[in-house]
């Protein structure tokens, strides 16, 4: 359990507390990077049809799952043996709803080394909607080390750059929508399906970074969370 | 916030609390209800083209964003106001979860609705699929019925039935692949995209409902909850 203090029962140290929270913030920003390479080596492997790299994140997956769920337990221990104040109450279910996206997050990057594993050797993208998903990859990449940083820091203007981000996924979505439906799409049907379902795993991806930069907004500023319908 | 006692600090009743705990519960079982009820609706608006239904499904879908919201608001309160016992906290913490998925499927429910509306007045499933959509609109609605009696009763004997559908909606979701790739299909990319993304919704739905089921596994007998990765 790393840094994580043993049980204090009786005789609450309050810096030591502090610590605890920090133990829970170190291991979210840890799971955030994880997930991070995660998605920049599925979209590795899924441009280079590389079924090595495409297998090692899927592994990686469980590992990602165990993380998260550590974190949880760690969350409702503090909860529950230190009577947390309403603010670290509030950190602390916060920090559940951000492993529970981050390990969403997890599960999104290894869908999309999947669909490279299941069309190896051949290549999922067409030659000419490869810059996309180059786009596609750098924005998730860009979203996710800035929601680390947030988790970091708490410097909640980067929230305005991943919302940015956010919104350039969804167009490259719709983009590559109109693209396997417009009447030139020489494809077929399988990589138009391949293309859709691959698209709409960024797309959740970003979703998830956003959802959990408007957790931490929530934690910041105590204002409630209301589930939005995202695309 | 119906049943809900006003806050009791310094001075708490642990009849009254188990009363909150039931008003937790309570809820929960009513936004489950809502959800099998939109998800009900919108596979009517799917298969009947129904406009105004499909309408209806997605304004729904704000009122559980605000319920599901409204419950973890609820939740917090409770944990913060009455330094629950470990077993209490792992049933507000699991509620937490269970609040969240039921989001979740409200919102896919509004995703099969918005297919409906986006083609209308054109039916999105075409003749031959027909009838694999309506065992799939079965099949959520048994499976959503039963996670609604697990949460009421917490009954487990129903999760085998719901992992049973859960199978049942996964077979279908590869049934409807392999139709739209096949080569007598003849609806054209758009329909098999359409098919497609409609038949994620629904299997991602079913999980949803099982991972409700497994949160309730977790709260009953106090193992940790391990994300794994789902389709």
């Known amino acids: 359990m790393g840094t994580y203090a043993p049980r204090r029962r009786g005789f609450v140290l309050p810096m030591a507390y502090a610590d605890d929270l920090e133990a829970v913030n170190a291991r979210l920003?840890?799971?955030?990077?994880?997930?991070?390479?995660?998605?920049?080596?599925a979209t590795q492997s899924l441009l280079n049809a590389d079924n090595d790299l495409a297998q090692n994140v899927i592994a990686q997956d469980e590992r990602i799952d165990i993380l998260t769920s550590e974190i949880e337990e760690l969350c409702v221990d503090l909860i529950s043996d230190q009577h947390p104040t309403d603010r670290d109450l509030r950190i602390l279910i916060g920090s559940l709803r951000i492993a529970a996206s981050l390990e969403r997050m997890g599960d999104l990057a290894s869908h999309v080394a999947k669909q490279a594993r299941m069309?190896?050797?051949?290549?999922?993208?067409?030659?000419?909607?490869?810059?996309t998903f180059e786009e596609m990859g750098t924005l998730a990449q860009a979203i996710v080390t800035k929601t680390a940083q947030v988790i970091a820091t708490k410097d909640?203007?980067?929230?305005?750059?991943?919302?940015?981000?956010?919104?350039?996924?969804?167009?490259?979505?719709?983009?590559?929508?109109?693209?396997?439906?417009?009447?030139?799409?020489?494809?077929?049907?399988?990589t138009a399906i391949d293309i859709t379902l691959l698209s709409r795993y960024?797309?959740?991806?970003?979703?998830?970074?956003?959802?959990?930069?408007?957790?931490?907004?929530?934690?910041?500023?105590?204002?409630?969370?209301v589930g939005v319908t995202l695309i």
């Not at 920003?29 to 080596?41: D, I, K, T």
């Not at 069309?119 to 810059?131: A, D, K």
């Not at 919302?163 to 799409?185: K, M, Y």
């Open 156 to 190: 909640l203007s980067l929230a305005t750059d991943i919302a940015g981000h956010d919104e350039d996924v969804d167009r490259l979505h719709l983009e590559l929508f109109r693209a396997v439906l417009s009447p030139t799409w020489h494809n077929g049907v399988e």
């Open 119 to 131: 069309r190896f050797p051949s290549p999922v993208v067409p030659e000419e909607l490869r810059s």
């Open 202 to 225: 960024y797309e959740r991806y970003a979703d998830h970074a956003v959802s959990v930069t408007r957790r931490l907004i929530t934690i910041m500023t105590g204002d409630p969370y």
């Open 29 to 41: 920003v840890e799971v955030a990077e994880l997930v991070g390479s995660a998605m920049f080596m």
